[in-house]
């Protein structure tokens, strides 16, 4: 946030939370990261965390590897995403973006 505020003390930032995880204790610790983050978020003017785990998570939020029989939204490692699911986060981004009225700096980095 230092950095983002360093070159625009008035950018508003979008987090985007982790995805539910295959790996079990990945998806164990997720939703305490997650939940860290969005009370950062809260707390800070200008942001906004938006959880993507419905996004990508199948019924009762668990890891889906497959939206139907047919699409694939992981890859088989439980933690990368196949065309689809990155196609469905790309959509959940871009929503987020759009409900964020003014700069946003996007960021590669975790």
């Given at each position: 946030?230092?950095i983002?505020?360093?070159?625009?003390?008035?950018v508003r930032?979008v987090?985007?939370g982790?995805?539910?995880?295959?790996?079990?204790?990945?998806f164990?610790d997720?939703?305490?990261?997650?939940?860290?983050?969005a009370?950062?978020?809260?707390?800070?003017?200008?942001?906004?965390?938006?959880?993507?785990?419905?996004?990508?998570?199948?019924?009762?939020?668990?890891?889906?590897?497959?939206?139907d029989?047919?699409?694939?939204?992981?890859?088989?490692?439980g933690?990368?995403l196949?065309?689809?699911?990155?196609a469905?986060?790309?959509?959940?981004?871009?929503?987020a973006?759009?409900?964020?009225?003014?700069p946003?700096?996007l960021?590669q980095?975790?």
């Amino acid at each position: 946030m230092d950095i983002a505020r360093k070159a625009n003390p008035d950018v508003r930032v979008v987090w985007l939370g982790a995805p539910v995880m295959g790996d079990p204790g990945l998806f164990r610790d997720m939703p305490v990261v997650n939940a860290a983050l969005a009370e950062a978020m809260r707390r800070l003017p200008g942001c906004r965390f938006v959880d993507v785990w419905p996004v990508l998570a199948g019924p009762g939020g668990r890891y889906a590897e497959f939206l139907d029989p047919t699409t694939r939204l992981r890859a088989p490692d439980g933690v990368h995403l196949a065309p689809a699911g990155a196609a469905r986060l790309a959509d959940a981004c871009l929503a987020a973006l759009a409900e964020s009225p003014g700069p946003v700096m996007l960021s590669q980095n975790p």
